[in-house]
């Protein structure tokens, strides 16, 4: 295939930098391209299935006449991909091509120009690199080989994100003076915009700055933006300066699972002794149990399994400090349907943790970890109704 490059070259971006790639440095080469579709809704949406990140990926668009090209170093094709036209709509067609001996060339034929948006996201079994046109979709079916078109009411994953602490409750402060508000905040705000890249996942932050919110007004919260997960964001601390690594903790209502996890739950919990009420205050007996009953039911369990894939994702990017999910009284947690987790993404008492806590690297590093834990349990269990419970029906 022979790409001509016209005289003016309107933008260039090289990929891999962008959300959910991944930590720097953890890419790898011999990439495979195994599907394309075309996604008509709001905008026009290009899906390209890869096995994994295609590092050192390029995009850019050429003018006169209007294209998209997209350089894959590196990748090759998992099956036979033809020229495919289309007969209206942006886009004209799409074809592929080696180019240099070794990189994938995507050329995409435009009837206009586009001002793409791009991202790599995770989906089962390897990444997709979604490329927003920034132009209104079709609702037309189009016919096409390669090309399914979209257009359905389903809605978006509500995932409320939650920085602990926040105002005049500081949490836990470091031995550098390092407040566990700030640094909550930072890898709330790189989750916030990991997951917003996500097709079918929309994330709301409970607090966007450093205020004071009530343990159980973030629950409130949470239910008025009608969120179906809740992650509460914190960094641990403990008496003894050496302990290390992240924890993820649900809602237990028998009694903590460990020591630790009952004396975390209990300073975690002071913050609203303090500055706001928590309790199911105002409900009769009956009702009160019932919703306590819930919670013991599906959405803990939910929650367990929620908190289980995200931190076999943490476990990838450094040391844990317990090797499964831990259950505590947190007060955030106890949202009766609503799955919910709280981190403790490494703790600020130790030296050294602190120090990486505030690094923004190791910040895009969590929320990275939390972000695809996040994901990986929404493509088992997305609630029915949403598009990515669809995505899941038609993939299995």
Known sequence: MKVVFSRRRQLVFLLGGGLLTGPAGL?????????????????????????????????????????????????????????????EGVV????????????????????????PAFRFVPRQGGQRLLVDLGVKGNPALAKSRHRLVESSPLRDVVVAID?????????????????????????AQQLYRQLAAVPGISPVMIRKDDTY????????????????????????????LAAKGSSVYALSLDGASSEAAEWLAESENKADALFGDVMLDGLEESLRQTLLDLAQNSTMESSMDLGGEVLAQLKAIGSVHKPRVEQAAFAVLKSPDIPSILIETAFISNLEEER?????????????????????????????????????????
């Open 27 to 87: 890419l790898q080469a011999s990439t495979q391209l195994s599907g394309f579709r075309m996604v008509q809704q709001e905008t026009v949406k290009l899906h390209f299935d890869l096995d994994q990140v295609a590092t050192g990926a390029r995009l850019f668009t050429l003018a006169d006449p209007e294209r998209l090209v997209i350089d894959l170093p590196n990748t090759t094709l998992a099956g036979t991909f033809g020229t495919t036209h289309y007969d």
């Open 356 to 396: 990486k806590l505030n690094d923004p690297q190791f910040q895009e590093q969590l929320a990275f970890a939390i972000g695809s834990g996040v994901y990986r349990f929404l493509l088992r269990r997305a609630p029915a109704g949403t598009l990515l419970a669809q995505q899941r029906h038609r993939s299995g």
């Open 92 to 115: 004209a067609s799409i074809r592929y091509g080696l180019h240099d001996g070794q990189k994938l060339r995507i050329v995409v034929d435009l009837r206009r120009s586009v001002e």
């Open 213 to 240: 919110i009530a343990l159980r007004e973030r629950i409130k919260l949470a239910r008025q933006h009608e969120a179906d997960l809740f992650v509460s964001i914190h960094a641990d601390a403990f008496k003894r």
């Open 163 to 187: 920085a602990g602490h926040g105002g005049e409750d500081s949490g836990a402060v470091g031995q550098r003076d390092t407040y566990e508000k700030d640094v909550t905040l930072k890898i």
